[in-house]
Each structure stands twice: as structure tokens, then as C-alpha cells.
């Protein structure tokens, strides 16, 4: 299993506007614009995994723009989870070969800490619109240190 871990990218804070309906900003439209070219050079993933968060459904809005619909569930444990509850989430999708999560942080980066090395404190950042790419044996189980960090990619 492959799996694509896309931090949303910069969002604005407009005054008064609750946390879940912040909008990308103009850099963060140029950051979605640049990750979306590289998930559809890298491959175009089977399933989408996205917080409900309008920041990251609009980041995701500007990669299937690059590699056209992708089964997509939005799921609301992913707005400001954490890692064990992102590993949870993950479980319920092994069956997908390629798969994408946009998030937020401190979750992603710290779950990719924990699939990588089974410690989530051992996280190195993650800056808005970067991607992670792991690979799961597809037996393996989904916990700590079980994934195979293989390329991170920043705008």
C-alpha cells in the first residue's frame, strides 16, 4: 500500500471566521497548485481520504483539477486528530493500493513519524502543502513503525 499524506496548504484567518472555514490564501492557492502537479506526475491515488475542513477540501479541489475524480470520503476524525486516530481512520482503507490523506498538522506530521520510526514525537515538520509518501506491506498492520517513508516533497 502506498500512502500520500497532503498537508493542506496556506490558509488565510480572516477575523471572526471559525477555524473550519478558513479558505486557502493566495499563496496556499499557488502551494495546491504545485502539489496537485506532483501527485499527478507521481501517480493519481484510487481513494481520497479529506478532513472536512474548507481549507483542505479546497486543496484537494485544485489536485482533482490535475488528475481528474477520485473516490473521496470526507471524514471528520481527520480535522485536528490524532496520530492514533488518523492510524485508526487508515485501518479502515487498507484496501485501497494508493491512497491519499489531506490533513492538518500536528497530526500528519506527527503520523508520519509514527509509521516511520513508531515514535510520533520523532517528527521533523511538515509545512503547508508538503507531501509525504509511505509504503505498508500490505499484510502489515497499520501501526508504529510499520511504513517505509519514501519521499517528502515540499512547494
Request: glycine share 8%; with cysteine.
Amino acid at each position: 500500500m502506498e500512502l500520500i499524506l497532503l498537508r493542506h496548504a496556506h490558509a488565510d484567518s480572516p477575523a471572526g471566521l471559525d477555524d473550519t472555514a478558513r479558505p486557502l490564501s493566495p499563496r496556499g492557492v499557488a502551494e495546491a497548485q504545485d502539489a496537485a502537479r506532483w501527485i499527478a506526475a507521481h501517480g493519481t491515488p484510487d481513494r481520497v481520504l479529506c478532513s472536512p475542513a474548507q481549507r483542505t477540501r479546497e486543496t484537494l479541489r485544485h489536485v482533482t483539477a490535475s488528475t481528474g475524480d477520485i473516490d473521496t470520503r470526507v471524514d471528520p476524525r481527520i480535522y485536528e486528530a490524532t496520530p492514533g486516530t488518523l492510524l485508526d481512520v487508515l485501518a479502515e482503507h487498507r484496501d485501497s493500493a494508493r491512497l491519499l490523506l489531506v490533513g492538518h498538522n500536528p497530526g500528519l506530521e506527527s503520523l508520519v513519524a509514527l509509521l516511520a520510526t513508531g515514535q510520533s514525537g520523532d517528527h521533523r515538520g511538515m509545512p503547508p502543502g508538503s507531501i509525504a509518501v509511505l509504503s505498508l506491506a500490505a499484510d502489515a498492520p497499520t501501526e508504529p513503525g510499520v511504513a517505509r517513508l519514501d519521499t517528502f516533497w515540499s512547494p
